[in-house]
């Protein structure tokens, strides 16, 4: 039989997590590597740095620009410029303070933790969320998700181009942390050019932002944040002869996308838990898709960060997680983020969501989403369409609990939503072993889009939202572009 996932608690090395180079553990042909022996041979793995533009499908790639990245990637100094500042020290006090609100220990997760008991975590808990990335003096240092939970390993970015091989290669993924991880891709690229001439600069951040816009097409916030950069750029002259300006901006722009979604997610959090059910004479009783914690999210976590929200307020909590295949987020990461956290759960298959909902009793499922569409069709993680449609039939609520950098007010309904296909041995491998035949065909899609009518609410950082969404949609983003202020002015 194939190395099936484990239903153990998470084991975790003994040692401190290992900071690899960013092209360490990628795959060959680009291919996503989860089904890779964590420990194994990934020799051929960084062969390919062109990065950007490489084509999953293999239908050819465009070698215009897979030579530009190269040289662009390659090109990238380690100068002694930073883009760390106030980033830095939000992502360092922003975990600190987590720590201590969870009276949880950061440093035991480095470490690895001790398997817990998850029908009786210890007092205080939760503990040990992790955020995805610290943004360092020059370099972006990200939590390697591919490798989890077998290690907990780091990987550097110090270029442009190694963030967008982080987001294709999923290095980092959901679609926030994307975003964010995006924005700090585009500042490394406006620091690099502080000495470039206008033109230059111009070309290059745009040539910048389209390879990392195109890393994962589904996920809208990547487009948001990056637009955002560009918007305040251009806000500040795009052809200003003042490349440190530019770079300053940028960076700015980048820390408060940051910073915002941190706490835009415990909002939304907090405001998804108070519509939540309360049962009388039981522990709340949730169920999730895919993963949506810190790691996925940047600091907080969308609909896990409602578990969140409960397990603070001092609520009785157990979460069934759909291990989601076939890249088995589930199982794999939220699993892994609630069992640092000590929040009971319990790892069910996709397939079983139709049971539990029958014999078990589920008050409500939580999911986040890649992009709502301006009706409010919801595109998630594959799979999340059949569970809304078991939802429904059994009256359990479905919540997409997700930021107002999800709503793509621009797409009209969810059928508009491109869709990421997804390499064949995703589907046909499990960490390395050939589970189908080699013959057979394979289709894979990243993502379903679950109607409007299946949704009960969407919950943004600015309310709970019923049907019918697209009135209320609206006013949310307008309300969130609101409340910020253009960083370029500060500069
Ligand atoms: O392919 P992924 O892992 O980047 O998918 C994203 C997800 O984790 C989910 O679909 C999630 O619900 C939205 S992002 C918080």
Redesign the pocket.
Known sequence: MPDAPSSDPPRLNDSEPKDRAMNDGASKDGAPDVGAPPNGDRSGASADRSGASADRSGAGPDLARRHFFRAFADQIVHTAATVAGVAGELQRTSAEAASVILRGDVDQARRGAAPRDMDNPPAGAPAGFRTAFRWDDRRLILIDQRQLPNELVEVTCESPGDVVRAIRD?VV????A?GQVAAIGLALAADQLRDAGPGIRRATLSGTVTALRNA?PT?INVRWALDRCMAAIAAAGELSEDGARIAEVVRLEAEAIIAEAAADHERLATLALADLPVPADRRLELLT????GPL??GQFG??LGVVQAAVHAGRDVHVFVDETRP?L?GARITAWELGQAGVPHTIIADAAAGWVFATRGVDAVL????RIAANGDTA??IG?YPLAVLAQRHGVPLYVC?PTSSVDLATPDGSLIPIEQRVRSELTTIRGVVIAPPESQALNP??DVTPAELIGAIVTEEGVLRPPFGPGLVRAVEAAAARRRPVAADV
Do not use: L
Not at 367 to 370: I, K, N
């Open positions: 999923m993924r959901g679609a926030p994307m994962r996920a898709h895919c993963n949506t996925a999210c969308t609909a890249y987020q999911v986040g989403a890649d998630n993680k999340t997700a990243g993502f």
